[in-house]
């Protein structure tokens, strides 16, 4: 009997950039995959047609990354266009640019949405402060990867 076990890991990539493009600050973090997230995935092989993830979400809130959560906990701002999705063998990454005066604050948690508000969130990671100024670009990467072991 093959007995297959499927792995989500998620990844997340931050860098914050000074007005004059020097990198600031620098971050390697792993995100949780939350339950609306599973749901989508599988409804998506199910053949059924939610939207695909579109939009980034960066917030202030420090509560812990839970499976249940289906928002961000303090969105700082509005949603951002994703700038690419980039589908490859086992992995999708997600690449979203925050521009000056988008997601200003103190930045403390991300996620990955299928809709510039409301919709499903796929994705969401907590982390230490980032503390974006006015003038501050910021890009941050999503990375899931599916193994079978």
Do not use: W
């Not at 990844?11 to 989508?40: C, M, W």
Request: with cysteine; glycine share 10%; aromatic share 4%.
């Amino acid at each position: 009997m093959i007995n297959d076990t499927l792995k989500l890991r998620g990844d997340v990539s931050i860098k914050l950039y000074d007005k004059d493009g020097k990198i600031k600050d620098q971050r390697e973090i792993t995100n949780l995959v939350v339950s609306s997230g599973l749901a989508f995935i599988c409804s998506r092989m199910a053949g059924t047609s939610p939207a695909v993830m579109t939009h980034m979400g960066v917030g202030s809130g420090t509560t812990s990354a839970a499976a249940g959560q289906t928002a961000l906990v303090s969105q700082l701002g509005s949603r951002e266009a994703l700038d690419s999705t980039n589908a490859s063998a086992n992995t999708i990454v997600f690449v979203c640019s925050l521009e000056a005066g988008d997601g200003t604050g103190a930045v403390t948690e991300s996620g990955i949405f299928n809709a510039a508000s409301s919709g499903t969130m796929l994705a969401r990671v907590v982390f230490p402060v980032v503390n974006k100024q006015a003038d501050d670009t910021m890009s941050i990467t999503h990375t899931i990867t599916l193994t079978a072991s």
